[in-house]
């Protein structure tokens, strides 16, 4: 079995598989500057962008477009610092999308580098610097480059761990030493001095050395210059004090002969193994030991170089990058490494060193056999230092200390097994087994303050054993103890013996233990209640109470601790949980029979509501707790017979206790109270009442009060709820109760105040109750309008003086109900006026003069209503009743009407309209009320009236309403307009309006009617523009035939805007006239054209005129109307070339080609535009004028050539085209123009001058179509270095089945300096389709720079079999090329060639593929694959296939190389061959070498066998495998006399050796009967032996066995005597020994020396000789 290697070697991910581009796979394109993240600048297209890879998601790279000339991720967080134009440094976070820092350097940066988390170093030509990430801070210098590194490539720059020792590395090429040359710089800050060194790749590190305290800081470096390769390590600064200084270590570094010009390239040390890890540029990896300088191991790792590495954190190794993108890290194989040292470097110091320094295992046999060499050579502290410092602890074990133990103290020396235990102490913490052994006789010395100080430096290991030991000493020191162990039983017995009953619980939950608490409290009970009761507290702090409460409550009465229960229990109910019922009664029980207060504390605290309210309430009646009682009770004879005891209990809590019954038992007690003791219990009563009328109701209430006659009850209960309440029957029982008890302002009060009561029910009752005082009366008549009955009631009651009373202090404002009841009762005039004349207050003269009207006596109120007016009240009511009374008398009522400012004109105009028309226009004229005006004139005709109030009205809103259509009274009405109206007012606002009305009523002839009234007939208003505009408008709306009329006959108006109102109301001809009368000759013929659409006249008109502008307007006339030629004619006479576009378009379309030169030309005079020389050119063009076109153009001109030039080739005139192109120097359309021409050679000269892609392509496509293959290669040429244009050149010419011109072409291509992948990838193809024959010979030159998958496709679809393994094996698909060479063999396999791939695959299943393969094709061949395929084969499924397809013996050999894996199917199959060849040599071999099989299926199988050597190997597997019996058996079969004792002995039972004995002897072998007595000596009982013999008389045989025996005893009872001595004098002795470091003899911790059992083996070698006759037999 091969050698594992010492590392691991591991790829972490392919970069091109990630999208990344080869060529951006370098230097100065890829950084990576810790094992996180790796970062790459690649460009796509036209887009810079940087790639960031989180080495812990690599499958999703993190694409930014940033352009930057280097990118570097900080070392631990996703932080991106970047440089721009060599000088200018930003840091962004990228999570944050922020930028954190910029700054822009004076020098170029040519290295930049994180040294740590927060610091970068820049480097520049000159100097360095560092610059933190964090803070506003700059750059800070911190020292200059040494002229050493001039001219060198920076390739990394390094610092310490503490920043002090800085080291920059660079590297340059030596030309004429043939080598790359190592310059670096190392730099202390604190000595601010450099150094330079040769080398090519450094690293700093700390190492530990032995001895020392502290780590010492280490630089190591290696170079490799034309003496050879050096590696060096040294200790950098000063030794830290009571260090010994490193020795330094200088190794030379090997280099392989075909690695002549290799050299260092980067260097990594793990901290955690203490190895130096060196990468060459060849790809070689170097591991060296820091300690020692000695290389573990060396080998190639990567064919590429490894350009960028990084500390591997996970493993502690090196990561690295390689050119061709892979992501590959080495590190220590933990468990190789050490049998790696041992037995391929044969180095067991190293490897002893390695495993101590790192833990590691490996060293196991060398560790044990070292301490056992040391051990013998009683060199016992060297011996306990190796048991200390082996790894994994394989030697710190009981058995161990054993050893030290039996080892005998020397007189003034230290105890190997207290020495054993210093160097365990001084290393680090002991495990049980030694902590045991060493507390035991500490403990036993009293030296207790040891064992706490070792605690204290958790220098042993806690256990339940040792807790136990060190309890019997100090209780507090074992839990602390147990609390180490984690003993939680021990724990908390600890802390109830300690008395921590607190601890116990926290602790329990902790842990996760449950202990009996119930037993613990009553411990606690009987010791210290008030702890018990703590503790009992904690136990049910939780949700889930850690015991039973009954059971707990029921320990705290069995000590009768009442006070402590309740305690418990208020806290334990808390929560108030339906289940603690029971406790809650239990809890107010004991405390209503002991500690009432208590109780009456609990139950006004409300904590608990599931007890047994009933059996509590009883006892509280008991206790004399009445209050709680009844807050239990809830039997309403209960309540009844408590309630009325209202002395004993608070009122207010009365009252609110009312508010928990129901109502009608709320009744009942309230009656209960109120007859058991009316005068105690009335005003809780009320307060009762009060409170919860609403509830109870009020009506339930009031006749409780009534049955008792209390009306003083009822009146303060209603007193209490009437100012809030609004039943009327509440307001209305208090009036009453108020009544009766005499409170007659009360009553006054609420029948002013209140909203309630019915007013019809009070007044009733007022009048019955007869009161003294009528006042209440009154306030309810006033309120309610019951006036009138109340004048009646009191007139005729004969209380006058009360109505007197009522309208001169109560309410004068109801003065008129009072005066018009008065009159109804038929008082006399006089009192009537006297009253009205004594009332003072306000009051409605409205109302008063209705009631007075209403019964027609209204000269009463003359005289009274003179006194006002005389009195200067401007009221409109006091002059409306005058204005009616003198209209009623004739009393001069116009003159009244006309004058009177102050009466309403509305209500007079009213009382006017039956009575006099006319008055009622007059009083209707004053006030403006112009609809009762309208409706008064219609009724009665009076349209003359009503139309001089309109005109002088000048109200819009007015004319509309009088003026629309539906008003049967309109045309009169007009007629009184225009005829009366109109003629006499002078004022041109009143006309304004009055015509503005009539327009906006739309009333057009009655306008013009009215119109041609003011206008026409020479009034002041003839000559006024606005109503002559408006009399020819309303004309054009109304009647069209009149507007000509009023074109000619009028002067004064606006033409343009009637002209243009005409227009737009077809007046064509009227509009000509006005344009006309007032020569605006250019809208003129406007009309002419646009409207009356007659050109002829037109063309007559402007011919009168004869102005340019009318020859413009008509020209453009004629060009829409496409009369071209007269168009262009009329231009030319208008010499206006303003709209030469429309012309020029106007004129294509009609190809007036000739005309259009005539009006260019005449516009190029004008204007030299480059549109108008632009399309003068087309149209010479276009007539064929080539001449002239050549002639103009080479003249100097303004005209788009090059424009002219494309519209000429689109109408396919070349020769035109081929002037204009050849002028402007358009080779590209040049070239294209003569294709159509015919011309090639010209056309590809032209192309030549082009140099445009598309333009070769168009040539070379044309000269394709016409057989001019030899310039379409010349064209095709220049395409195919672009490869997007490849593609299409080549699907035309093999649409065109061109394939040999096409081939010939791309050959043609292959050696231009631009060839590209795709032309020799489409060649290949091409290759493949038409000449097969070349394509092997083709890809074997160009494999590398072919596009492999598309011409694998190709080649598969060719069925080129060879060629496509070819490229499968190139392009790396190994496992596609071994099914291509399995699938094809005949033209694809190669013995060689296969076993090199096979090996390469990464599918297995292949290899059984490949296996069935050979089986089926090769057979011969078949061992030789196996065994390249074995390294990676299943064994077992491999020889399961053979045995399957029975070719077992077909590959033997394979069979034989692979043994050495100890395989079981490989083992059993090659046994089963071994059977089947009867060879039992090559069978025992393969037993004893290798036993991983079924050794008692084989050893049955062999049983049987005919050959006795076969049943031999049988005998000897039932011994391997402890099946003694029946090996012994087997051998006896076949008289196997030496291997059945041998058997016999090894099985190491008495039995199976007496039963071999006995057949010895029943058969006769006495001889071999002696021969076991030697061989199974120690199986045998001596009176057995000496029955055996004395039996069958053969002594003499068995007399050595019983000498040797006597002498063995003998021996025995020496030493115990010897024994029993020591013990005797140690008794004696009780003198107390030292612990540790004393002369005297150590503490034995065990059993004293002697204790082992004796070897006899050295007692009966003398007899070995003896029996030497017998052993043969």
């Known amino acids: 079995m091969s050698q594992a290697l010492p590392i691991k070697f591991q790829e972490h991910v392919q970069l091109q598989n990630l999208g990344i581009n080869a060529s951006n796979i370098g230097f100065s394109t890829l950084t990576m500057e810790s094992d996180r993240f790796i970062c790459i600048r690649e460009k796509m297209g036209e887009t810079n962008q940087v790639v960031i890879i989180d080495m812990n998601d690599p499958t999703n790279p993190v694409r930014r477009p940033i352009s930057a000339d280097s990118a570097i991720m900080n070392p631990a967080s996703k932080v991106i610092a970047l440089k721009v134009a060599g000088k200018t440094l930003q840091i962004f976070n990228i999570e944050m999308k922020s930028k954190m820092k910029a700054h822009t350097m004076t020098d170029d940066v040519i290295f930049w580098k994180w040294i740590s988390v927060n610091l970068i170093g820049l480097v520049t030509e000159t100097a360095v610097y560092h610059w933190a990430m964090e803070g506003d801070s700059q750059p800070q210098k911190v020292f200059d480059r040494h002229p050493t590194l001039a001219g060198c490539q920076i390739i990394n720059y390094r610092t310490d761990h503490k920043q002090q020792w800085l080291l920059l590395i660079g590297i340059s090429a030596q030309v004429e030493e043939n080598r790359v040359a190592g310059r670096m710089q190392l730099y202390s800050v604190e000595r601010r001095v450099s150094q330079p060194i040769e080398g090519h790749a450094a690293a700093f590190a700390t190492m530990s050395v032995d001895g020392n305290k502290e780590p010492s800081n280490l630089f190591t470096f290696a170079v490799r210059n034309p003496q050879g390769g050096k590696l060096h390590i040294i200790e950098v600064g000063q030794p830290p004090t009571g260090n010994q200084p490193y020795a330094k270590k200088a190794v030379d570094v090997f280099f392989p002969p075909e690695a002549q010009n290799d050299f260092p390239v980067a260097m990594q040390v793990s901290p955690k193994h203490g190895v130096v890890y060196m990468i060459t540029k060849y790809g070689y990896i170097h591991v060296y030991d820091l300690e020692s300088g000695v290389c573990i191991y060396m080998n190639r790792i990567s064919a590429d170089t490894i ?413 209490a709820i009437v100012n809030f309440s609004q039943e009327p029957e509440v307001h209305f029982k208090y009036i009453q109760a108020a009544c009766k008890t005499g409170q007659i302002k009360e009553v006054e009060r609420i029948c002013r105040e209140s909203n309630c009561y019915d007013p019809e029910r009070v007044k009733n009752f007022l009048k019955e109750a007869k009161l003294t005082d009528q006042l209440p009366l009154i306030i309810v008549c006033d309120r309610f309008n019951f006036v009138h009955d109340l004048v009646l009631y009191l007139y005729r009651n004969n209380q006058a003086k009360y109505i007197e009373i009522y309208v001169q202090k109560v309410n004068p404002s109801r ?296 020859w413009s307007q008509l020209a453009n006339a004629q060009l829409r ?81 090059q424009q002219v030039g494309d519209r000429c080739f689109e109408k396919g005139m070349y020769d035109a085209a081929k002037l204009l192109y050849n002028n402007v120097s358009n080779f590209a359309k040049l070239a294209i123009t003569l294709v159509h021409l015919g011309e090639y050679q010209g056309a590809v000269d032209a192309a030549r001058k082009a140099n445009s892609t598309r333009t070769w392509k168009e040539v070379c496509f044309a000269c394709v179509d016409h057989n001019e293959f030899r310039l379409a290669q010349m064209c095709g040429l220049h395409i195919v270095v672009h490869a997007d244009e490849l593609e299409e050149l080549i699907n035309y010419y093999q649409n065109r089945g061109y394939f040999e011109e096409l081939i010939q072409l791309l050959e043609a291509a292959l050696g231009l300096e631009r060839a590209h992948m795709g032309m020799f990838t489409e060649l290949a193809i091409l290759y493949s389709k038409y000449k097969p024959s070349k394509m092997r010979e083709h890809l074997e030159l160009f494999w590398s720079r072919v596009n492999i998958p598309k011409v694998l496709r190709a080649a598969e679809q060719a069925h080129l079999w060879a060629e496509l393994v070819f490229l499968y094996d190139k392009y790396e698909e190994y496992d596609n090329a071994i099914t291509a060479m399995m699938a094809h063999p005949t033209e694809a396999w190669r013995e060689n060639h296969f076993k090199d791939v096979i090996t390469k695959v990464a599918n297995i299943e292949l290899y059984y593929k490949a296996v069935q393969f050979y089986l089926d094709f090769k057979p011969m061949l078949l061992n030789d694959l196996l065994v390249v395929l074995s390294p990676r084969l299943d064994h ?186 020591i013990r005797s004098s140690d008794e004696r002795s009780d003198q107390t020994q030292p612990i540790v470091y004393e002369p005297q003899p150590m503490l034995m911790l065990t059993a004293g020396p002697g204790m082992m059992a004796p070897s006899y083996g050295a007692g009966y070698g003398g007899y070995a000789a003896g029996y030497g006759g017998y052993a043969g037999m």
């Open 1121 to 1201: 109307a496409n009369m071209v030629k007269e168009a262009i004619d009329s231009f030319i006479k208008a010499d206006d070339p303003t709209t030469y576009m429309e012309v020029v378009n106007v004129a294509s379309r009609n190809d007036s080609w000739e005309d259009l030169v005539k009006y260019l030309q005449m516009a190029r005079k004008k204007a030299r535009e480059t549109f108008i020389e632009t399309e003068l050119i087309f149209a010479y063009a276009m007539t064929n004028r080539l001449s002239d076109l050549e002639e103009f153009i080479s003249g100097p001109n303004h005209a788009q050539i």
């Open 307 to 719: 350009f960028v590495t990084a500390a591997h954190e996970a493993s502690s190794g090196i990561i690295g990058v390689n050119r061709k993108g892979q992501v590959l890290s080495v590190s220590v194989d933990e468990d190789a490494v050490v049998p790696y040292i041992t037995t391929q470097l044969n180095n067991p110091d190293l490897a002893l060193k390695f495993a101590i320094r790192n833990n590691l295992a490996g060293a196991e046999d060398l560790f044990v056999r070292r301490f056992q060499a040391l051990f013998t050579q009683s060199n016992y502290s060297e011996a306990a230092k190796v048991a200390a410092s082996a790894p994994k602890g394989i030697l710190r074990t009981p058995q161990t200390i054993q050893q030290f133990q039996q080892v005998p103290t020397a007189a003034g020396q230290t105890s190997p097994l207290l020495q054993y235990f210093s160097i365990l102490l001084d290393q680090g913490k002991l495990n049980k087994y030694e902590s045991l052994e060493l507390c035991r006789p500490v403990l036993q010395q009293g030296r207790k303050q040891l064992l706490e100080k070792w605690l204290k430096e958790e220098k042993l290991e806690c256990s339940e054993e040792l807790g136990d030991l060190v309890k019997q000493v100090d209780p507090h020191l074992a839990l602390s103890i147990y609390l180490r162990a984690n003993v939680p039983m021990k724990v908390i017995q600890g802390f109830a013996e300690t008395g921590q009953y607190q601890k116990i619980v926290l602790y329990a939950k902790k842990v996760g233990y449950t202990p009996d608490y119930i037993f613990l409290l009553r411990g606690v009970m009987r010791i210290n209640p008030e702890q018990g009761l703590q503790f009992a507290q904690m136990l049910i702090q939780d949700d889930q109470p850690l015991a039973d409460l009954n059971q707990l409550v029921d320990i705290f009465m069995e000590q009768g601790l009442i006070q402590q229960c309740t305690s418990f229990l208020l806290d334990a109910l808390k929560n108030n949980r339906p289940a603690e019922g029971h406790l809650q009664t239990r809890l107010l029980e004991m405390n209503l029979m002991h500690a009432p207060q208590v109780a009456d504390a609990i139950l006004g605290n409300q904590m608990f509501t599931h007890y047994d309210r009933a059996h509590i309430a009883q006892l509280c009646e008991k206790a004399g707790l009445l209050q709680r009682a009844l807050e239990h009770y809830t039997d309403l004879y209960d309540i009844k017979r408590a309630v009325v005891h209202t002395h004993l209990l608070n009122p207010e809590w009365l009252v609110t206790y009312f508010g928990s019954l129901s109502v009608e038992d709320s009744i009942e007690c309230v009656r209960a109270m109120l007859q058991a003791n009316i005068r105690q219990n009335l005003q809780v009563c009320v307060q009762i009442a009060t409170k919860y009328h609403e509830q109870l109701t009020t009506t339930a209430l009031t006749e409780v009060f009534e049955s008792f006659k209390s009306y003083e009850g009822l009146f303060y209960f209603l007193g």
């Open 1436 to 1621: 077992t499924r491999t020889v399961t296939h053979f045995v399957k397809s029975n070719h077992l013996k077909l590959v033997k050999p394979y069979l034989r190389s692979v043994q050495n894996n100890n395989n079981k199917a490989i083992n059993e199959a090659l046994n089963n061959l071994l059977i089947e060849e009867e060879d039992f040599v090559g069978l025992r071999s393969s037993i004893d070498a290798f036993d991983n099989f079924d050794n008692i299926a084989l050893a049955q199988r062999l049983e049987k066998h005919e050959l006795i050597e076969f049943r031999r190997i049988s005998a000897y597997l039932f011994k391997g495998n402890n099946r003694w019996k029946q090996a012994v058996e087997l051998c006896k079969k076949d008289r196997l006399f030496r291997d059945a004792m041998q058997y016999a002995g090894e099985s190491r039972s008495s039995e199976i050796a007496e039963e071999l004995l006995e057949w010895f002897l029943d058969s006769d072998l006495f001889e071999c009967f002696g021969a076991c007595l030697y061989q199974c000596y120690d199986l045998l009982k001596p009176d057995v032996i000496m029955e055996l013999a004395w039996r069958h008389n053969i002594m003499d045989f068995a007399m050595p066995f019983m000498i040797q025996v006597v002498r063995e005893l003998s021996i025995k009872v020496d030493k115990l005597e010897q024994s029993e001595n």
């Open 815 to 1110: 003065l008129p109900v009072v005066v018009g009841g008065l009159l109804d009762v038929d008082c006399g005039e006089d009192v009537i006026k006297s009253l009205i004349m004594s009332v003072r207050g306000s009051f409605n003269t409205d109302e008063l003069v209705e009631e007075v009207e209403k019964r027609n006596r209204m000269k009463l109120m003359l005289p009274w209503l003179e006194m006002r007016v005389h009195e200067g009240v401007n009221e409109p009511a006091t002059h409306n009743a005058l204005a009616k009374i003198y209209i009623d008398s004739n009393n001069n009522p116009e003159r009244f009407l006309k004058e009177n400012q102050f009466y309403d004109s509305r209500i007079v105009g009213r009382y006017c309209e039956k009575r006099d028309p006319h008055l009622a226009c007059v009083a209707y004229e004053r006030g403006q009320c112009d609809q009762e005006l309208i409706k008064v004139c219609n009724e009665n005709s009076l349209f003359k009236s009503e139309a001089r109030y309109l005109v002088r009205r000048r109200d819009m809103e007015l004319w509309t309403y009088v003026l629309r259509e539906d008003n049967e009274f309109r045309r009169p009405l007009i007629d009184q307009v225009v005829q009366t109206a109109l003629s006499e007012t002078q004022d041109p606002d009143e006309i304004s309006v009055t015509v503005k009305a009539f327009m906006t009523a739309d009333l057009p002839n009655e306008l013009i009617e009215l119109l041609e009234k003011i206008v026409l007939d020479n009034s002041v208003f003839s000559d006024h523009r606005n109503l002559q505009n408006l009399l020819i408008l309303t004309a054009i709306k109304a009647d069209r035939t009149r507007v000509m009329e009023y074109i000619n006959r009028l002067d004064n108006y606006d033409a343009p805007d009637i002209a243009s109102i005409a227009i737009n109301n077809g007046l064509y001809e009227e509009a000509f006239a006005i344009f006309k009368k007032f020569e605006v000759n250019t809208s003129a013929i406007q009309v002419l054209i646009d409207h009356v659409g007659n050109l002829d006249r037109a063309y007559e008109f402007a011919e009168r005129c004869n102005e340019p502008a009318v």
